[in-house]
């Protein structure tokens, strides 16, 4: 009876432990990217009539929150003083990128959407534009998933869901950049 007694305390245990396992809330996971990436921006580059490089150089810093099926449903990305600069052969202009916060709903697969959201105060050409500031908000489709397991996302079917606070238009911006950049 004794020893009845012993198992039936274990298996009790055992599911006891099952079951708080199964109903453990959604759990978060640091990744710490270094980035030091230098490119030509095609656009500005157009845009201006001269090569436009675009740097960003700093620790990015991603939360993944995970559901119970281990799918992300959160990110959070901070860029920890991370540098963006824009430069050409006659000048520059650095700004600190902004962060960003991702809902991928019940959770990211291939297929799905992605809410995106940019807080705060954006790119700045010194003396030749106000920065973005308010909130940012567009929708894109996640298209797959990096080495580190996060999400990648495609923008280009995507929709303005809040624009609020001062963003410049796309025409601005590239007048700005070009002007800040020209050397004149």
Same mark, same amino acid.
């Given at each position: 009876?004794?020893?009845?007694?012993?198992?039936?305390?274990?298996? $009790?245990?055992?599911? +006891?432990?099952?079951?708080e396992a199964g109903a453990a809330g959604p759990?978060?996971?640091?990744?710490?990217?270094?980035? /030091? %990436? $230098?490119f030509v921006n095609e656009f500005f580059s157009?845009?201006?009539?001269?090569?436009? @490089?675009?740097?960003?150089?700093? %620790?990015?810093?991603? @939360?993944?929150?995970?559901?119970?099926?281990?799918?992300?449903?959160?990110?959070?990305?901070?860029?920890?003083?991370?540098?963006?600069?824009?430069?050409?052969? /006659?000048?520059?202009?650095?700004?600190?990128?902004?962060?960003?916060?991702?809902?991928?709903?019940?959770?990211? $697969?291939?297929?799905?959407?992605?809410? $995106?959201?940019?807080?705060?105060?954006?790119?700045?050409?010194?003396?030749?534009?106000?920065? %973005? +500031?308010?909130?940012?908000?567009?929708? +894109? @489709?996640?298209?797959?998933?990096?080495?580190?397991?996060?999400?990648?996302?495609?923008?280009?079917?995507?929709?303005?869901l809040l624009d609020a606070g001062n963003h /410049? @238009?796309?025409?601005?911006?590239?007048? +700005?950049?070009?002007?800040?950049?020209?050397?004149?």
């Amino acid at each position: 009876m004794l020893r009845h007694a012993i198992v039936l305390v274990g298996v $009790v245990l055992v599911a +006891a432990l099952g079951a708080e396992a199964g109903a453990a809330g959604p759990r978060a996971e640091q990744v710490h990217i270094a980035i /030091n %990436d $230098v490119f030509v921006n095609e656009f500005f580059s157009d845009a201006c009539g001269f090569e436009v @490089t675009v740097s960003l150089v700093g %620790d990015l810093q991603v @939360t993944l929150i995970r559901n119970q099926e281990g799918l992300v449903v959160r990110e959070i990305d901070r860029l920890g003083g991370a540098k963006v600069t824009f430069s050409s052969e /006659n000048g520059s202009f650095s700004f600190i990128a902004a962060p960003s916060q991702w809902d991928y709903g019940s959770g990211a $697969v291939v297929g799905s959407t992605a809410i $995106v959201s940019f807080p705060g105060l954006e790119g700045h050409a010194p003396g030749f534009i106000d920065s %973005d +500031a308010g909130l940012f908000r567009v929708t +894109a @489709t996640v298209d797959g998933f990096d080495e580190f397991g996060i999400p990648t996302v495609d923008f280009d079917s995507g929709e303005i869901l809040l624009d609020a606070g001062n963003h /410049n @238009t796309e025409e601005e911006v590239a007048s +700005a950049v070009c002007s800040a950049l020209s050397g004149d």
